[in-house]
């Protein structure tokens, strides 16, 4: 099967004589530590010698080294960013297949060790590790000395509860410091740390938190959000009752409660009365485990995946030092909840000596530019935020730099789904015309990024830039064939650091395989459509499993929505393709609208007429239904496939686990939607 995609930008994709929007200064690209890495690792590990002024060809040619030679590109890696492995390894990778790659066997080390390591150097001991805002805007400071403090309190704290290398330690908390100290403290010990956010209701917690069953519980009385407070006794009343392996429970009174009968009180736990003054580092296996992450269990219970200590320091030196070009003096701000990869990523800004920004808050609250704000008070350098709040900016008409001082920022990076080329304009135009634009697309499967930012390289609109160092990211087609300016699976045919180690009650590793390994046995096919250009840069089209297929021709739901949600009655939309009994194919495209705006029959040819102008006739959908709202996973995704199988005539209940989605009411008017209605609809 030949995979085929017909939208203009990419007719444009690995042709020369197209601009960049943006390029870094031969200055910018000469001071990066990825440039620095690359003539170090030429001199010592023989990887290729860089040429000058030639930044494109000298990437793809580390780019090339590190995924051919991966043994040496890692340990090189390694080497230079010091990883203190208190035992040494014997190999760096003992079994290349996948899954089962075994890294640096023999090794022992610990996470938190280095992610504390910048206050060890007394030069650095009271500068900002934290910098904590909430919606009142008035950034906290929490030094590296104080969080070491801190750090060292609660694991003493934690081994005086029993807690040894391999238990579990739930944290139900928002983005503050209390879960970076509690996360850390957790590794200190060699536990496994697990959390989620406190807008996840009860059932949604306890499907992730019962797969793993923890040990300790810390959680909140309740968290400020949208100007509201949220009060969650109820709820950890309730996780209290049906974790029956908690031993301990912690509480943290962000809203001021005193702790219930039975619980620990935080501010005890990490004052210091254990006496502990300096963290002790449990020595861990390179593979033992660091944490839990979930999937957003759409479809059924969350598959709990296992991330290892060794695999996740590795990744997120090399994603955060070289790609992201972090370190001292930089501050880094990610909005994201501790419900989401991003804020373990967030958090591992740490091991580069950065300012981790922690922001507890409505994306949106008190107006759209509300990120902004914060951006502008804690002085930002990079800047991290999802592809949909960059369009509601765009579509709000806010205007960051003309509102904001902007002057520290130098990088806006964005994921969670592609953004679209309007995007990149309207950051380009509005928040900074030497902003370096760093779309990433990775996945909470790996908790880093296979491509996005490459901080001396061009940034072409719709494109990311590069595949990251040590990804070998391909697009094939379904016969398993690279394709080049073509759209295709997703792979990454080389094992990363960073993959899972396994799943959770999955000890045969059926589920493990099943999820990544059934379609192209030994190559892990992460589930989006891509195409690699001829230029080396990457451009994503969306989930795989929910791609549109009209008459075999494969097309992206998210260039749609990048069409369609330029109009400015479109506050969102959804587009589905379906597949029928009778071999029919009826693809509908659901909108939300904007204001007092109204469907009639002049906005559905204005919605079609820009469709088809702007991608092709085939991309035009069968219907445009009204929806009162577009639903999303807990993490901010569109539930693209559920609507697909409650289309199908798949009961909700089997559809889509309720707990995993952020309003379930909203599945029920599209569970009533099927294409015998459309008579009635109209």
């Given at each position: 099967?030949?995979?085929?995609?017909?939208?203009?930008?990419?007719?444009?994709?690995?042709?020369?004589?197209?601009?960049?929007?943006?390029?870094?200064?031969?200055?910018?690209?000469d001071?990066?530590?990825?440039?620095?890495?690359?003539?170090?690792?030429?001199?010592?590990?023989?990887?290729?010698?860089?040429?000058?002024?030639?930044?494109?060809?000298?990437?793809?040619?580390?780019?090339?080294?590190?995924?051919?030679?991966?043994?040496?590109?890692?340990?090189?890696?390694?080497?230079?960013?010091?990883?203190?492995?208190?035992?040494?390894?014997?190999?760096?990778?003992?079994?290349?297949?996948?899954?089962?790659?075994?890294?640096?066997?023999?090794?022992?080390?610990?996470?938190?060790?280095?992610?504390?390591?910048?206050?060890?150097?007394?030069?650095?001991?009271?500068?900002?590790?934290?910098?904590?805002?909430?919606?009142?805007?008035?950034?906290?400071?929490?030094s590296?000395?104080?969080?070491r403090?801190?750090?060292?309190?609660?694991?003493?704290?934690?081994?005086?509860?029993?807690?040894?290398?391999?238990?579990?330690?739930?944290?139900?908390?928002?983005?503050?410091?209390?879960?970076?100290?509690?996360?850390?403290?957790?590794?200190?010990?060699?536990g496994?740390?697990?959390s989620?956010?406190?807008?996840?209701?009860?059932?949604?917690?306890?499907?992730?938190?019962?797969?793993?069953?923890?040990?300790?519980?810390?959680?909140?009385?309740?968290?400020?959000?949208?100007?509201?407070?949220?009060?969650?006794?109820?709820?950890?009343?309730?996780?209290?009752?049906?974790?029956p392996?908690?031993?301990?429970?912690?509480?943290?009174?962000?809203l001021?409660s005193?702790?219930?009968?039975?619980?620990?009180?935080?501010?005890?736990?990490v004052?210091?009365?254990?006496?502990?003054?300096?963290p002790?580092?449990?020595?861990?296996?390179?593979?033992?485990?660091?944490?839990?992450?979930?999937?957003?269990?759409?479809?059924?219970?969350?598959?709990?995946?296992?991330?290892?200590?060794?695999?996740i320091?590795?990744?997120?030196?090399?994603?955060?030092?070289?790609?992201?070009?972090?370190?001292?003096?930089?501050?880094?701000?990610?909005?994201?909840?501790?419900g989401?990869m991003?804020?373990?990523?967030?958090?591992?800004?740490?091991?580069?000596?950065?300012?981790?920004?922690?922001?507890?808050?409505?994306?949106?609250?008190?107006?759209?530019?509300?990120?902004?704000?914060?951006?502008?008070?804690?002085?930002?350098?990079?800047?991290?935020?999802?592809?949909?709040?960059?369009?509601?900016?765009?579509?709000?008409?806010?205007?960051?730099?003309?509102?904001?001082?902007?002057?520290?920022?130098?990088?806006?990076?964005?994921?969670?789904?592609?953004?679209?080329?309007?995007?990149?304009?309207w950051?380009?135009?509005?928040?900074?015309?030497?902003?370096?634009?760093?779309?990433?697309?990775?996945?909470?499967?790996?908790?880093?990024?296979?491509?996005?930012?490459?901080?001396t390289?061009?940034?072409?609109?719709?494109?990311?830039?590069?595949?990251?160092?040590?990804?070998?990211l391909?697009?094939?087609?379904?016969?398993?064939?690279?394709?080049?300016?073509?759209?295709?699976?997703?792979?990454?045919?080389?094992?990363?650091?960073?993959?899972?180690?396994?799943?959770?009650?999955?000890?045969?590793?059926?589920?493990?395989?099943?999820?990544?390994?059934?379609?192209?046995?030994?190559?892990?096919?992460?589930?989006?459509?891509?195409?690699?250009?001829?230029?080396?840069?990457?451009?994503?089209?969306g989930?795989?499993?929910?791609?549109?297929?009209?008459?075999?021709?494969?097309?992206?739901?998210?260039?749609?929505?990048?069409?369609?949600?330029?109009?400015?009655?479109?506050?969102?939309?959804?587009?589905?393709?379906?597949?029928?009994?009778?071999?029919?194919?009826?693809?509908?495209?659901?909108?939300?609208?904007?204001?007092?705006?109204?469907?009639?029959e002049?906005?559905?040819?204005?919605?079609?007429?820009?469709i088809?102008?702007?991608?092709?006739?085939?991309?035009?959908?069968?219907?445009?239904?009204?929806?009162?709202?577009?639903p999303?996973?807990?993490?901010?995704?569109?539930l693209?496939?559920?609507?697909?199988?409650?289309l199908?005539?798949?009961?909700?209940?089997?559809?889509?686990?309720?707990?995993?989605?952020?309003?379930?009411?909203?599945?029920?008017?599209y569970?009533?939607?099927r294409?015998?209605?459309?008579?009635?609809?109209?």
């Amino acid at each position: 099967m030949t995979a085929e995609h017909s939208t203009p930008q990419d007719s444009a994709h690995g042709d020369s004589a197209a601009q960049p929007l943006w390029r870094p200064s031969p200055e910018r690209a000469d001071e990066a530590r990825i440039t620095r890495f690359h003539a170090w690792a030429a001199e010592r590990h023989g990887a290729p010698t860089p040429l000058p002024d030639a930044p494109e060809t000298n990437y793809a040619a580390l780019h090339q080294w590190s995924t051919e030679q991966l043994e040496t590109f890692w340990r090189a890696l390694a080497e230079w960013c010091e990883v203190r492995f208190s035992t040494p390894y014997d190999t760096v990778l003992a079994e290349r297949e996948m899954p089962g790659a075994r890294w640096f066997p023999g090794s022992t080390l610990n996470y938190a060790e280095h992610a504390l390591r910048t206050a060890e150097d007394p030069t650095r001991a009271d500068d900002a590790a934290l910098l904590y805002v909430d919606e009142e805007l008035a950034p906290r400071t929490v030094s590296w000395a104080e969080l070491r403090h801190q750090v060292a309190s609660l694991a003493a704290e934690l081994r005086a509860l029993g807690v040894r290398p391999g238990d579990r330690v739930s944290g139900y908390l928002p983005n503050t410091p209390h879960a970076v100290v509690a996360f850390l403290a957790t590794a200190a010990v060699g536990g496994v740390w697990t959390s989620c956010a406190p807008d996840f209701g009860a059932r949604s917690v306890l499907d992730r938190f019962q797969q793993v069953e923890p040990t300790v519980l810390i959680t909140v009385d309740g968290y400020r959000y949208g100007g509201k407070v949220h009060d969650r006794a109820e709820t950890v009343a309730e996780l209290r009752r049906e974790l029956p392996s908690l031993r301990a429970v912690v509480h943290v009174p962000l809203l001021g409660s005193a702790p219930p009968e039975g619980t620990l009180a935080w501010d005890d736990l990490v004052s210091g009365r254990s006496g502990a003054t300096e963290p002790e580092f449990e020595q861990v296996a390179f593979e033992a485990p660091l944490w839990v992450l979930y999937s957003s269990g759409t479809t059924g219970l969350p598959k709990a995946i296992v991330q290892s200590q060794g695999g996740i320091l590795l990744e997120h030196l090399k994603q955060l030092h070289l790609h992201c070009d972090l370190g001292p003096g930089d501050r880094f701000f990610w909005y994201t909840s501790t419900g989401w990869m991003m804020w373990n990523l967030l958090v591992s800004g740490l091991l580069t000596g950065c300012t981790v920004v922690l922001y507890d808050g409505s994306p949106g609250y008190p107006e759209t530019g509300a990120q902004w704000r914060v951006v502008e008070r804690t002085g930002t350098t990079l800047y991290g935020t999802s592809a949909a709040y960059v369009m509601a900016c765009r579509k709000a008409g806010v205007r960051p730099r003309e509102d904001h001082d902007l002057s520290r920022l130098s990088c806006v990076a964005t994921t969670g789904s592609p953004l679209p080329p309007d995007g990149f304009r309207w950051l380009h135009e509005q928040a900074g015309e030497n902003l370096w634009i760093a779309s990433v697309s990775g996945g909470t499967d790996v908790c880093s990024c296979f491509a996005g930012a490459v901080p001396t390289l061009p940034v072409y609109t719709g494109e990311l830039q590069a595949p990251s160092l040590g990804t070998d990211l391909q697009s094939w087609d379904a016969a398993g064939h690279p394709l080049i300016d073509e759209v295709g699976e997703l792979v990454v045919t080389r094992p990363m650091p960073s993959m899972p180690v396994r799943f959770w009650n999955d000890p045969d590793g059926t589920r493990y395989h099943e999820s990544y390994f059934d379609t192209y046995p030994g190559v892990w096919r992460h589930g989006d459509w891509t195409t690699v250009t001829s230029r080396n840069t990457v451009v994503i089209h969306g989930r795989s499993d929910s791609t549109l297929n009209r008459q075999g021709v494969r097309m992206g739901s998210a260039d749609i929505y990048e069409v369609v949600e330029r109009l400015p009655e479109i506050k969102e939309s959804l587009v589905i393709g379906v597949e029928e009994a009778d071999g029919g194919y009826w693809m509908p495209l659901f909108v939300q609208l904007s204001g007092d705006a109204s469907l009639d029959e002049a906005l559905r040819e204005r919605v079609k007429h820009a469709i088809r102008q702007s991608l092709s006739p085939r991309h035009v959908p069968d219907e445009i239904i009204e929806v009162p709202g577009v639903p999303h996973t807990l993490t901010g995704k569109r539930l693209e496939v559920p609507v697909k199988r409650l289309l199908q005539g798949t009961e909700l209940e089997r559809a889509v686990n309720p707990g995993s989605v952020d309003d379930v009411e909203l599945l029920r008017f599209y569970a009533r939607v099927r294409r015998e209605d459309a008579s009635e609809r109209h």
